[in-house]
């Protein structure tokens, strides 16, 4: 194939009656003589372990106002997932189990859903699993603050000082859950 696509590139230059290096020439010539446009997209970096949690306020799905930073003195585990994710949907009942059992303990979880579908899908699939923690819809500006998470499920465990402890990028079972959570409480 590689065979294919090199005889048809000479047969392309051969008709064009150039040569490989004059076609070079040619394209870096007129390359030059465009102008050139740059285009600087900032990358959002996900914060640091050890760094303060970047602290946000949102709207949950029972209309709660959840902000990070009101929840400090408490060990908070903030779950970037979606209902259309297989790995986000194993790990569910992980956290419920584990937000039913240290809740008192002072454990909270904050589900940020990262669904096109809208807040009714996420809606149904909360009432459907019974989750019982806060989960709100991820605003822009939250998905920014923790470097636009390009894979889910993604969790930050935060300690009682507001500090990150840990990322987990990907799937977690629920004893590893509970590992880094109790280490934490």
């Given at each position: 194939m590689v065979l294919a696509l090199a005889g048809?590139?000479?047969?392309?230059?051969?008709?064009?009656?150039?040569?490989?290096?004059?076609?070079?020439?040619?394209?870096t010539s007129?390359?030059?003589?465009?102008?050139?446009i740059k285009i600087s997209i900032p990358t959002a970096?996900?914060?640091k372990m050890g760094a303060p949690a970047p602290d946000f306020a949102v709207t949950d799905l029972q209309g709660r106002v959840?902000?990070?930073?009101?929840?400090?003195?408490?060990?908070?585990v903030v779950n970037f997932w979606a209902t259309w994710c297989g790995p986000c949907r194993m790990e569910i009942p992980g956290l419920v189990k584990l937000?039913?059992?240290?809740?008192?303990?002072?454990?909270?979880?904050?589900?940020?859903?990262?669904?096109?579908?809208?807040?009714?899908?996420?809606?149904?699939?909360?009432?459907?699993?019974?989750?019982p923690y806060p989960v709100a819809m991820a605003t822009s500006e939250v998905r920014r603050r923790y470097g636009h998470p390009r894979s889910i499920p993604t969790t930050y465990?935060?300690?009682?000082?507001?500090?990150?402890?840990?990322?987990?990028v990907g799937y977690m079972p629920e004893n590893m859950l509970e590992?880094?959570?109790a280490s934490l409480l």
């Open positions: 048809g590139l000479t047969a392309v230059l051969m008709e064009r009656g150039e040569s490989a290096a004059e076609t070079a020439r040619r394209s007129s390359d030059a003589a465009r102008p050139q970096q996900p914060p959840v902000q990070l930073s009101k929840l400090r003195g408490k060990v908070v937000y039913d059992r240290y809740r008192e303990k002072g454990l909270e979880i904050v589900g940020l859903s990262l669904d096109n579908a809208g807040p009714d899908v996420v809606k149904t699939f909360i009432k459907e699993h019974r989750i465990f935060i300690d009682r000082r507001g500090r990150i402890a840990k990322r987990q590992k880094v959570i």
